[in-house]
């Protein structure tokens, strides 16, 4: 068992390596430059329209700070736009992709979808989403603990 949870890793490695090797596609059928993180918020976007900046830090627990420095790089780049809504006294500002946001998020899908189907094909036992949240707790300990 120990060793097929090794394996897996280091095939997770290699895919995460081929999903930066498609960034520097998107980079060449673009014509812009994203960060990981940025596509990953694109992504998010795309599957989930009109959602917030609140929304997004929830989601992610980046810092707020950081989520408006990429949301107005992302708008400067005209890839989302921001729609004021207003309910009441309340107002709220929602995030869309523009049309070359959806084609950058959609064309990020397809290739993360590829990826995902190659580990899946050569583990075919793999409970995706338990691994990832294993992945994920392990990512909160200290460094020192780990090694």
């Known amino acids: ?42 992504t998010y976007l795309y599957k989930n329209p009109g959602i917030t900046q609140y929304d997004l830090w929830k989601k992610f627990k980046v810092e707020k700070s950081h989520i408006n420095k990429i949301i107005k790089k992302l708008e400067l780049e005209n890839l989302l736009e921001l729609r004021v809504t207003v309910h009441g006294s309340l107002s709220k500002k929602n995030i869309y992709l523009t049309e ?11 290739n993360m979808s590829y990826l995902k189907k190659n580990i899946l094909k050569k583990h075919p036992l793999v409970d995706f989403n338990n691994f990832v949240s294993n992945v994920n707790l392990l990512s909160k300990f200290p460094q020192e603990d780990v090694m």
Not at 9 to 26: A, G, M, T, V, Y
Not at 100 to 110: A, V
Request: include cysteine; charged fraction near 30%; aromatic fraction near 12%.
């Open 100 to 110: 070359k946001g959806k084609e950058i998020s959609n064309f990020t899908l397809k």
């Open 1 to 42: 068992m120990e060793n097929k949870n090794e394996n897996l890793l280091f095939d997770l490695f290699i895919c995460q390596r081929n999903f930066e090797k498609s960034l520097k596609n998107i980079v060449k059928k673009f014509g812009t430059s994203k960060n990981i993180l940025e596509i990953i918020f694109m």
